[in-house]
Each structure stands twice: as structure tokens, then as C-alpha cells.
């Protein structure tokens, strides 16, 4: 099956950094007790995505199938993108 996944962005130390800054900034400003809690699972429960927007060939394939072609990409990706990375340099 001729699937194509866009190319993730290469991990970045310091941005993974920023996005837990973020996130820990976004929980603190976020009242979260259990009614608030209840009221996002609730909310996000009556949220339908239109199938228009699937794909026919997604349509054909299993949840199951789906997440072993994801895996196989991205574990292909991962070590297509080991075998062809430059050393890394060692010591100071």
C-alpha cells in the first residue's frame, strides 16, 4: 500500500525542554479538579469527526492494520535515518 507519512522532525533536546516548560505552565494556569476534569472528557466525548474526511482506502483497512503500517514507517524511518546519520563526535 502506497502510503505516505510526512517526515518527522528530527528530536531536538531543547525543544523538548520548551514543551515541557509549556506544558507545565499550561497545567498551572488550567484549573483541572474532577468537575473540570468530567467536563473535558465529557466535551471531548461529543466530538464527531466528519467521515468525509476519510480517506476510502482508510476506510478498507483495520484500527489493527493501521497501527502496523504506522509502526513499520516509523520504525523503517528510524533506522533508515540511524545507518545513514554521521558519527557523533566524542569527548569535549
Known sequence: MGLHLPEAPPPDTNEEEEDAVAAAR????????????ELVKRTMAAVALPSL???????????????????????????HR????????TGP
Do not use: C, Y
Request: charged share 25%; aromatic share 4%; proline share 15%.
Open 26 to 37: 499550561s497545567r498551572a494556569s488550567i484549573p483541572m479538579d474532577p468537575d473540570h476534569v
Open 82 to 89: 540511524t545507518l545513514n546519520a554521521p558519527p557523533r563526535p
Open 53 to 79: 474526511g476519510v480517506p476510502p482506502w482508510a476506510q478498507e483497512i483495520s484500527d489493527d492494520q493501521w497501527k502496523d503500517m504506522v509502526q513499520n514507517t516509523l520504525e523503517s524511518r528510524l533506522h
